[in-house]
Structures are given as structure tokens and as C-alpha cells.
């Protein structure tokens, strides 16, 4: 070998020389722990998730017993939008993760944020000025998406770092964790607001994610970020040209999530007064019907994430099978009218429909991200530990942006079409989704979840070894 080369194998005691310096996070030690530790990620994202919607059945009676309008409570909402994506765009969160550095503290430090937000939105309510109130309660929604993108990024992080070679599974389920707590969290806020008044939830939840907070403070690691591990700084200190920046390929796979997506927040603003204005049910009868759909989410992350760890179908397959189980969703819940007698069953067939839509959605959103990671690292080679932070960023806020954008394009097509022509519009971003991703499984990687695509974190491990040369790129040593 060139002597000008560095040798940065493990036996070379210039890059290694401790074992607390292996370029990859210690795994947990026995499968009680790790079971432990996967369990208090899902707790995690079920507590922020119960942060973030357990007011959603309950703030616009709220906010009309104090002659508040629809479309503050629209705006309201959108706001937590702007902290997410400032959030994203100022790049605040890989800041902490490469200075903080430590796991447990990050992941408890979020929750604390969570439960003092979540306890001041239900104290901000008794401010007498209507004008005071909303201002300070965007104030707080704004904050709350700063640290709900801080939320969703840590355990995709957190996946990659210690559980690399689970990666897809355990992303799964914390995705799992989050539907659950999207499920529970309206039904909790709508008995305890009946029952004991607007503060009631927000005490509840805040709590609640106190607990969890202790609960992580005894079971998280204090291990590394994957972000801040020193194969970032070996890998962005000499990387390849072509690594360093994003394929523009990547929109491809983003838009024909973001086209699924805004089929749920659709289902939240029409659903109910479908069934209840066409068919005489009443809100409680659509609001059970939505649990399904959370249910369905649940089933989608976990059987999603599991398909992918096993190599069971191709990312593409599945975003494919994503797009077609939402568009059957969607036609048994909103029949066409001119099937008559389906139409007439549609209050029944709502159960099946939305447990459907809602196993769709999460199957092409957990493969969105895999294949994301894959077709970066076909089109430019092997991404380091900071460019795959970046590509999980990007997926975080076009996998949001049309859950925000769904109500404001349900309520906009209420306006002009019938729910059930709603839905075929809504069918129709279906079958593009599944064009372009099956447009990407013909002309994309023939090696998609094959044996060659290890988890990104094993290939950064120091058992795969990397020499340095003059050209200021790392290339794989060859025997």
C-alpha cells in the first residue's frame, strides 16, 4: 500500500486507540434491556404524540364559548408548522445532538419541553383578552413544533445508533407509539374535558410525560449520537465530492408520500359529518370510527417496518401496496354515489375502509425513508452519518407537511364537491403515488433491500476498513 495512505483499520492506534472510541454506540448488553430501551422509545413517542393531539376533539368547543372563530383555530393549529420547519432549516436539533451528545439527556430534556408546553396551553386559557390568548397560545403552539422536530428526529437517530441492525423494525415501532397516541389522546381529552374542564387534559398529559421522562432517565443510554459518532468528522473532513451533496432524485419518493399523507388529515375533517349529515350518525359514531383508523396506523408501522427489516418486499413494492391499500380505504369509507346500494352500507364499510387507509399510510411512509437512504447512496455514493441526518430531516417535514395541509384541502373540497367526489380526487393522488412508485422500482436500484445494503451504521463500523489518500477521498480498501 501507498505509504501516503493512512491506515485507518482497527489495529491502527492513530485513529482507534480505545475501545471508547469505536466509531459505533455500544449495544445494549442483555435482550431485557434492549426490549427496555425499545419500549421507552415507543413510550416516547406515544407521550409526545398524546402531547400534541390530546386537544383536538375538544378546542373548537373551547375556543366557541369564547366567540373564537374556526379559522383561529385553523391558524392556531398551522402554527406548530413554523417551529417544526425553522426548526429543520436552522438545523437546531443536530446542534444539540453533536454538543450534547448523550441519549438519556436529549430524550429527557424533549419531554420536560413537552409536558411545560403542554401544562401552559391549558393554564393560557383563563387569560380574560381574546386577543392575549391567541397570541400567546401561537407563541406556545410555534414551541411546540420546535420541539416536536426535535421529537420525531431523535428516534430515527437513535434507531440508527443503536439498533443498526434493526433499523427498519424499530423505526417501525416507533412509529407504532405515535399512531397509538394520536388514537388515545382525543378520546382521553374529550372524557376529561366533560368531566373535570379545559385544564383537566393538559395536567393529564403533562404528567403523563413526566413520568415517561423518569422512565428514560433510568433506562436510556448515555451513548453517542449517530450523528455526532467520529466517523462524521473522519468522513466530512475528507469526503467524496459526491457524497456531500443531496441526489435530486430523492423528490421522487417524497412527493409520492406527501400525495398519501394528505388523505388522513382529509379523513379527519370529513369523516364525521359525512356519516353524520348523509346518514344521521352522530359525532360519537365518527369518532369511533377514526379509532380504526388509528388502529390501522398501528398495524401499518408495525408490519411495515418488520416487511423491510426481513427483506420481505422491495421499498418500492411496498410504498406501491401503501398507495393501494389507502385508495381502497378511501373508496369503501366514501363510496361513488352512483353505486347506489354501496353507497347505502358506506356507514359500515367506514370500519373496514378506514382501518385500511390507515395500515396504507404508514407502509409507504416507513418505506419512503429506506428508500430514500438507498437511492442517495446509488446515485452518490455512501452518505455520512450527517448527510443521512439531513435526508431524515427532509423526510420528517414532507411526511407532516400534508398531515397539516389535509384539513385545509378536505375542508376546501367540502366547499365544492360532494365527499364522495371529494374522494375520487383524493383516489386519483393515490394512483399517481403508485405511478411514481412504481416508475422507481423499473428504472431505479435492481438491488433495493438486497444483501449488499447494510444498515448505514455497519458500514461506518471499524470492522470495514478505509484508507486516505492525496485525492482528499476515502475509498474502500481492496484485498
Not at 444539540?96 to 409536558?115: D, E, P, S, W, Y
Not at 431524515?392 to 384541502?409: D, E, K, N, R
Not at 422507481?440 to 438491488?447: A, D, P, Q, Y
Request: a positive charge; glycine letters at 8%.
Amino acid at each position: 500500500m501507498d505509504a501516503k495512505k493512512l491506515d485507518m483499520s482497527p489495529t491502527s492506534g492513530e485513529v482507534l486507540d480505545t475501545e471508547s472510541e469505536m466509531l459505533t454506540s455500544p449495544s445494549p448488553k442483555s435482550g431485557v434491556q434492549r426490549k427496555l430501551q425499545i419500549v421507552a422509545l415507543m413510550l416516547f413517542t406515544l407521550t409526545y404524540s398524546v402531547c400534541g393531539s390530546i386537544r383536538y376533539g375538544f378546542l373548537v368547543d373551547a375556543f366557541s364559548r369564547r366567540n373564537l372563530t374556526g379559522k383561529l383555530f385553523g391558524a392556531l393549529e398551522s402554527s406548530l408548522f413554523i417551529g417544526f420547519v425553522f426548526m429543520y432549516l436552522v438545523g437546531g436539533t443536530e446542534f444539540a445532538m453533536r454538543k450534547i451528545n448523550n441519549f438519556r439527556t436529549l430524550f429527557v430534556l424533549n419531554l420536560l419541553g413537552h409536558a411545560g408546553l403542554t401544562l401552559a396551553t391549558g393554564l393560557v386559557y383563563h387569560i380574560q383578552d381574546n386577543y392575549v390568548l391567541m397570541v400567546v397560545s401561537i407563541v406556545i403552539r410555534v414551541l411546540q413544533g420546535v420541539f416536536a422536530f426535535s421529537s420525531c428526529l431523535l428516534p430515527v437517530d437513535f434507531a440508527h445508533a443503536v439498533f443498526p441492525d434493526q433499523f427498519d423494525f424499530v423505526n417501525g415501532l416507533g412509529l407504532v407509539g405515535n399512531f397509538v397516541g394520536h388514537g388515545v389522546a382525543e378520546s382521553i381529552g374529550c372524557l376529561l374535558y366533560d368531566r373535570f374542564g379545559y385544564v383537566a387534559p393538559f395536567i393529564f398529559s403533562s404528567g403523563l410525560t413526566s413520568s415517561v421522562a423518569c422512565f428514560m432517565l433510568v433506562v436510556m443510554p448515555t451513548s453517542r449520537t449517530f450523528l455526532s459518532q467520529e466517523m462524521a468528522v473522519i468522513l466530512e473532513t475528507a469526503p467524496k465530492k459526491r457524497n456531500s451533496k443531496l441526489s435530486k432524485m430523492l423528490v421522487f419518493p417524497m412527493i409520492s408520500t406527501m400525495l398519501i399523507n394528505a388523505n388522513y388529515g382529509v379523513f379527519q375533517v370529513s369523516l364525521t359529518p359525512f356519516l353524520h349529515e348523509e346518514f344521521g350518525k352522530s359525532i360519537t359514531y365518527g369518532g369511533t370510527v377514526l379509532i380504526f383508523a388509528s388502529l390501522g396506523m398501528a398495524i401499518g408501522s408495525l408490519v411495515g417496518g418488520a416487511a423491510l427489516q426481513r427483506k420481505i418486499l422491495n421499498h418500492y413494492t411496498l410504498m406501491i401496496l401503501g398507495a393501494v391499500l389507502v385508495l381502497i380505504g378511501l373508496m369503501l369509507t366514501f363510496p361513488p354515489e352512483f353505486i347506489t346500494p354501496v353507497y347505502k352500507l358506506a356507514p359500515y364499510l367506514a370500519f373496514a375502509g378506514t382501518l385500511l387507509a390507515g395500515i396504507g399510510d404508514p407502509v409507504i411512509t416507513v418505506s419512503t425513508l429506506r428508500a430514500l437512504y438507498t437511492l442517495q447512496e446509488e446515485r452518490m455514493g455512501r452518505p455520512s452519518p450527517a448527510l443521512v441526518t439531513r435526508i431524515t430531516g427532509i423526510w420528517l417535514v414532507g411526511y407532516c407537511a400534508f398531515y397539516f395541509c389535509g384539513p385545509f384541502i378536505g375542508g376546501f373540497l367540502n366547499d365544492y364537491f360532494s365527499y364522495s367526489n371529494s374522494a375520487l380526487i383524493l383516489a386519483g393522488l393515490c394512483v399517481i403515488s403508485a405511478t411514481i412508485s412504481l416508475t422507481m422500482r423499473l428504472i431505479g436500484s435492481k438491488t433495493c433491500n438486497s444483501d449488499e445494503k447494510k444498515p448505514l451504521l455497519e458500514k461506518y463500523s471499524p470492522n470495514s476498513s478505509y484508507e486516505y489518500d492525496n485525492a482528499s477521498h476515502l475509498t474502500s480498501r481492496k484485498d
